[in-house]
């Protein structure tokens, strides 16, 4: 099944084009991998999954952009970012408890019984891995948590709104190596459930948890392949180089 | 040679830190010099809060709780008005505008601020005054009501430029954060914005209401200055300020009129040095 079709996509922002004529699909329940250098367009493109480039300046878009087969500029662009959750680079509690930190989401979309809201936000940090560690502590604030469980409970505070699909913007980029193997762990055992769009510079986490991968470069799509073939037997030069670490 | 430079420099910028806190205290000094001693005479209770204040009957009535619930009245109604304003608009031009009108309403606010107090005073005066006589049908127009208006627009341009810089320096990522949660854009603004530059706001408020509390001109020219304890906002009355500003002329130097007067500058001072007290607490409560 696809989750998105995009043809022939080129985006500006400003007088720069961030991306050039990309067509490509994304797969429901697969992790797909966006790897490339800075500038290379792969955050502009995630961020066009849920609409938000269209917040800055003069932007301005060509060609198709189909979500579940709707094109997404038709859609109520708070339904397109309810459904299609996103995780930032770097960990944003609120500056909350911890639970009110995931229900934050659910809250605001009017989920006000109190029932309702535990049983989400204890779902939402058990799919998230984090449940364990925070059970006794919910009440604690935010910010007491380290760097990996805050990145965690952003993952649960994206969950607790019911997305379809989450987008990862180089989530593990301020995460020591325990912590990055436990929100990889998470993601890949969220793929059962959600669709997933991962961009990372970490060429190696790519070939971890993706299941297929895209190369950008200069916001052109190279070259987008199954993870294992890619990374075994590229067919372009370029990609090659960058897996290899020639250049990036 | 170039150590003895940096000395010089250090010293010298040193010299002038130093310069601007010993003013304010030889001003302070010199206000209780000169005030104290009114309390002496009458007690700073019945100073407070006596109910008279005929200063040169005799023996001198000198109760100043007329002029602070005046000065409150006044202060009040204006912050009623120019908080919900300025915050909105600090709201609009931060979060709503577009490019142009952001300009537009900038420059509106830095003309607003620029506009001298005896000026708005007299637009009061002359406008403001019998619309307000008219519409409530009142013997004057001059009350502590019409004060309270136009000080809310002395009051709105310290309020919308600081919230409005308050409300930009909130993360971007804050606002992306929200939104990709499916949040509205009004949910984003009431929810995360606004709680976020909170500390910013309450502070725009505070130094909006110092300048409101300490402003003089225009209130002596549009509130009635009448040195009753107000029944209602619709009421002439006097204020601290204006009382200052409107005796010092006329006390005999060394009388104890002339010693209420800056005992009346001692309270304001405190007034306005609690406000500002508060509105740094707020800033600098994050950090």
Redesign the interface.
């Known amino acids: 099944m696809v989750t998105f079709d995009i043809q022939k996509l080129s985006v500006w922002l400003g007088s720069t084009q961030a991306l050039k004529n990309i067509s490509m699909q994304v797969q429901a329940h697969e992790i797909l991998t966006i790897i490339g250098p800075s500038n290379s367009g792969k955050t502009t493109f995630l961020r066009m999954l849920n609409r938000l480039n269209e917040l800055g300046p003069r932007f301005r878009r060509e060609g198709a952009l189909l979500f579940d087969g709707t094109d997404i500029a038709a859609l109520d662009a708070q339904i397109v970012r309810k459904k299609i959750g996103m995780v930032f680079a770097l960990p944003l509690p609120l500056p909350l408890s911890i639970f009110d930190n995931v229900a934050y989401g659910a809250r605001m979309h009017g989920v006000r019984n109190q029932k309702q809201l535990r049983a989400i936000v204890e779902r939402s940090l058990q799919e998230a891995y984090l449940w364990d560690e925070v059970k006794d502590r919910l009440d604690t604030s935010a910010f007491k948590l380290s760097g990996g469980q805050q990145q965690r409970l952003c993952i649960a505070r994206t969950l607790a709104v019911e997305p379809e699909v989450i987008l990862f913007d180089e989530p593990c980029s301020g995460l020591d190596p325990i912590s990055t193997a436990k929100v990889e762990d998470a993601m890949v055992k969220l793929k059962q459930r959600y669709t997933i769009v991962l961009v990372t510079n970490n060429v190696k986490q790519a070939a971890r948890v993706g299941d297929r991968t895209a190369f950008f470069l200069s916001g052109e799509l190279i070259e987008l392949d199954k993870t294992d073939k890619m990374f075994t037997a590229p067919q372009y030069r370029r990609t090659e180089d960058y897996i290899r670490g020639k250049f990036g | 040679m170039r150590k003895i430079k940096e000395f010089i420099i250090e010293k010298l910028i040193l010299f002038c830190g130093l310069a601007s806190i010993f003013f304010v205290v030889l001003i302070f000094l010199f206000l209780l010099k000169e005030g104290l001693s009114v309390l002496k005479t009458v007690g700073i209770g019945s100073f407070l809060f006596g109910k008279n204040w005929y200063p040169i009957s005799d023996p001198a009535q000198l109760g100043i709780l007329p002029l602070i619930l005046g000065s409150l009245l006044v202060t009040l109604g204006a912050a009623l008005i120019s908080i919900p304003i300025g915050i909105a608009c600090a709201v609009y031009i931060a979060e709503v505008a577009p ?1 142009k009108m952001k300009e537009a309403l900038k420059a509106g606010i830095e003309l607003l601020a620029a506009i001298p107090s005896v000026v708005l005073g007299f637009i009061g005066m002359v406008t403001l005054v019998p619309w307000v006589k008219h519409l409530f049908h009142l013997p004057t127009g001059l009350t502590a009501f019409s004060g309270s208006v136009m000080l809310a627009f002395m009051a709105m341009p310290t309020i919308v430029s600081i919230a409005e810089d308050a409300l930009y320096s909130v993360p971007k ?2 606002r ?2 929200a ?6 854009h009004w ?1 984003t603004i009431y ?2 914005l606004l ?2 530059a909170s500390s910013g706001i309450v502070a725009a408020v505070m130094l909006g209401i110092g300048r409101v509390i300490g402003e003089t001109m225009a209130v002596m020219m549009i509130t009635g200055n009448a040195a009753v304890l107000p029944k209602s906002i619709l009421e002439p009355v006097r204020t601290l300020t204006a009382t200052i500003a409107a005796e010092m002329g006329e006390a005999v130097v060394g009388s104890e009129h002339y010693f209420a007067l800056f005992a009346i500058g001692i309270v304001l001072f405190v007034i306005s040095f609690l406000i500002n007290l508060t509105a740094d607490l707020f800033l600098h409560r994050n950090q």
Request: net charge neutral.
């Open positions: 490019l990522s804050y992306e954060g939104l990709a949660l499916g949040a509205t949910q929810r995360v709680p976020a």
